[in-house]
């Protein structure tokens, strides 16, 4: 059976690196969110740490880590600047695009030295404005402005999520282009994740070739049919698995961070409109925090389960066995509908840190604000509708199909074959 690669000595060296550059990275996170991206310092600097390589293959140098140990690394980013959790985050779950794009394309991404996170992905769901046409050797495109290119700014390719329409219907191709045919606008104005750089993008000319085998139909690349030349079960592991349960670990370190600033911050604080002189003493204090662990300690074990099974499916399709149909489409779907809970009861766990803090915990140069905001942004991800994703998953519940609709985390491509 193929292993991943990590083992607890590099999971637990790479931990402690994120540890130690964590005081920085909220250091210089009011100064980013200005900025609105990171600087070429900060992902030196997260790069020296190993963060940018726990999903990239063994076979070129990367860590290949679990599912289950990278939650653990993208929560210990986030729980000091949620922008850096994110651009983790996003470094590590696109990896499953690149992988399943063919050998040649993984050679490429993986093949050369970089700094920085290898792949970015953008506008891979129906709303796409890109446009790629068939031609002789390769791919026309043409459209755009792709949206929401987090990790673009630092990325040596980028995936541009594309429709095209051979005469049978569109579909969605996935063209792995370099960062030297693209430009990035400058319209990251948003109320959370504001380091993240998360820019729409162009490309460079008013149309551009790619190479055939840089376009894949997106269905290859979530069906994982084209041989990558990767040997580890992190290769075989559920897509939506992959990218939701880190996902959700994102989320999870930024409660932290804000539970641990919240502590650090109240002892020997007064409570406003009382008598208690130390917040830490005070037993509404005491019943907001075990809210908050609890609401935290919840998202965290569900996460942790969700990631620990996608390890495993990943390890049964390795070893040659099938997975029944039913069954990853139950997993797919609760796995959705759980990280939209994760993300929303961090979030309300941020905001009681953030209700009792006082008025100063509005200053930009307080890291609870930050933490209020983007745990929220997280929730307004286009994935994690959770109204959505409940009822999807309450009508597979009840025996029925969830809703049929496109993109990468569409559920009906696992239903069982109707007689």
Sequence with gaps: MAENHGTSEEVATLLQRVDALGPTLRERALE????????DETIADLDATGVFDIGSPAEFGGLELSVREQLDVVAAVSKWDGSAGWTVWAGASTNWITAGSGARVVEEVYGADWVGPRVAGSSHFPASRGRAKRVDGGWLVTGGPWTFGSDALWAPFTNLGCISDDGDGPYLVGLQVPRSELR??????VAGMRATGSVSITLAQDELFVPDYRGVDFRD?????LDNG???????????GWAFSLMAGMSIGIAQGALDRFLERSAGRPVRGTTYKNQLEAPMTHLMLSEVHSKLRSATLMTRANADETDRIGALVAAGEELDPQYMQNFSARVLVETAYAAKWCAEAIELLQRNSGSTAIMDSEPIQRSWRDARVITLHGALNLEALSENYGRLMAGAQPHKFAGISTLDRFAPARP
């Design 32 to 39: 980013a969110e200005r900025a609105g991206r990171h600087s």
């Design 184 to 189: 990035f606008l400058d319209d990251w104005q």
């Design 221 to 225: 690349v979530v069906g994982g049919t």
């Design 230 to 240: 990767l040997k580890g079960s992190l290769w075989k592991a559920p897509s939506l």
